[in-house]
């Protein structure tokens, strides 16, 4: 293989303990990622003494004002390549671990979804920025993708413990997939944006990385092996980043409808779990065809299955036709759910290519995944999208106005989509050209490398 080796935790170690991460083999050619690691999209840095993080900051006299890279402040060392090229003989104790943790998690899941959309996706501030920075910084409670850079911080649980983002696949998936939606959704004008747009971004972000997991091998082997195909059984695909520190623990087989925003909405993640339902039981239902057409269950298993998506009681006898249908069919089983994951996440990328947004609604969503159906599967799965957007409410319940502001920490907040153009750092003014390449533009200089490479940690 030409591709460059990365070490990967497919889940938090925290969540996963004693388990070892995985080889991953990105895209591109061992010998051209340079130290940080650093290839012509992206560089990862560990900085020394950074704060506040990037985005919109006030400053001590009340000024407010945007907050980009580069960082040209003290990093610690850089992660630097084996003699092949290769990183996976880092330390995984290491800063340089980190860092190279961080950029093999971005490289990773952008290979997966420019697979899916068949080209590649550009970064949505590729008119300032040629690269974009990838910060590990331990000190911020939170991860966002913005102007020019993506940055994690660290996370406390409930239990009291820490835990950092740069190793948590989930966190990071999910901001590239804020950054996929950036690129080819694009942000609606302000007085066409709907809530829905702000629901369908975080499920848009959540399924990038529920999709992306599914290309570890050890997630596709353990989630087989515990479930024994029955998805909905409470499992590491249908738990999305449980360590999302803004919500308790969000969960793609859900049954929330719409109807429960007919009154209004507060939290964006909320809103946008009738759609990520919708379409994690699309997927569900894919696999279960997938598994009929090559006669690995039978069609009393699939009605069953179907008729209690959501019937705890009646799991238990789900899963015992589970049991009896997946000994000595293991292989055929892990060959539809990789097929099943392909469907979804091409239909998925060409559904977001298509999808304008101004006035976004789910209705939407589900018509133009209908449309892609049509033009690439034959209309196969119509009835079964359909059937899925009928159960959430979509185009029935017309979602009430939001109802608080959001607080000041929320991940959507405003930082991920400043840019040095925005009105809304200037009252309304488009700043001058010069003012707003000089905020764009600050060329990186040297690093300065300080401090020992093992992290402090807390
Ligand atoms: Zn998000």
Not at 176 to 196: A, M
Not at 334 to 359: C, F, N, Q, V
Request: hydrophobic share 35%; glycine share 8%; charged share 25%.
């Amino acid at each position: 293989m030409s591709g460059t080796r990365f070490l990967l935790y497919p889940q938090a170690p925290i969540l996963n303990p004693g388990r070892e991460p995985e080889v991953v083999v990105v895209s591109c050619p061992a010998g051209t990622i340079g130290p940080g690691p650093e290839d012509d999209r992206m560089y990862a840095v560990n900085p020394v003494a950074k704060w506040p993080p990037y985005g919109m900051q006030t400053r001590r006299n009340g000024v407010r004002y945007l907050y980009l890279p580069p960082w040209n402040g003290n990093i610690h060392p850089p992660a630097l390549p084996d003699a092949q090229g290769h990183f996976d003989h880092l330390d995984v104790d290491s800063h340089e671990f980190q860092a190279a943790h961080l950029f093999g998690c971005v490289r990773f899941v952008l290979d997966i979804w420019e697979d899916y959309f068949g080209q590649r996706i550009e970064w949505h501030f590729g008119d300032a920025f040629e690269k974009m920075e990838l910060v590990n910084l331990p000190e911020y409670d939170n991860g966002h993708i913005g102007y020019g850079f993506l940055e994690v911080g660290s996370n406390l649980t409930e239990s009291g413990v820490y835990t950092l983002d740069c190793t948590n696949f989930d966190v990071i998936a999910h901001e590239v997939g804020h950054g996929i939606i950036y690129s080819v959704v694009g942000v609606p004008d302000p007085d066409k944006e709907t809530g829905e747009y702000n629901g369908f971004h975080e499920s848009a972000a959540d399924l990038v990385a529920m999709v992306s997991c599914l290309h570890f091998e050890s997630v596709m082997d353990d989630l087989l092996e515990n479930t024994h195909g029955n998805l909905y059984m409470l499992n590491r695909l249908n738990r999305i980043a449980e360590l999302a520190r803004n919500e308790q623990i969000r969960i793609a087989s859900n049954s929330l409808t719409m109807a429960a925003f007919v009154n209004g909405w507060r939290k964006e993640h909320k809103l946008s779990q009738p759609l990520t339902g919708a379409i994690f039981d699309i997927f569900v239902d894919i696999f279960h065809e997938q598994l009929l057409d090559q006669e690995l269950i039978s069609p009393e298993v699939e009605d069953l299955a179907d008729q209690y998506e959501y019937d705890q009681q009646s799991q238990v006898l789900v899963q015992e036709m589970f049991d009896n249908s997946y000994a000595g069919n293991e292989s055929g089983f892990k060959g539809a759910l990789e097929e099943s994951r392909d469907i979804m996440g091409g239909y998925l990328a060409e559904t977001w290519r298509r999808l304008p947004p101004d006035h976004l609604t789910y209705q939407i969503v589900g018509d133009i995944l209908s449309d892609v159906d049509e033009d690439y599967g034959g209309g196969k799965y119509l009835r079964i999208i359909a059937n899925n957007f009928e159960f959430r409410e979509i185009g029935r319940v017309t979602v009430g106005p939001q109802l608080a502001k959001l607080p000041k920490e929320n991940h959507m907040d405003s930082s991920r989509r400043l840019t040095p153009g925005s009105t809304e750092l200037t009252h309304g003014k488009t700043p001058a050209y010069c003012e707003r390449m000089r905020l764009a533009r600050r060329s990186r200089r040297s690093p300065q490398y300080a401090g020992s490479s093992k992290p402090s940690g807390r």
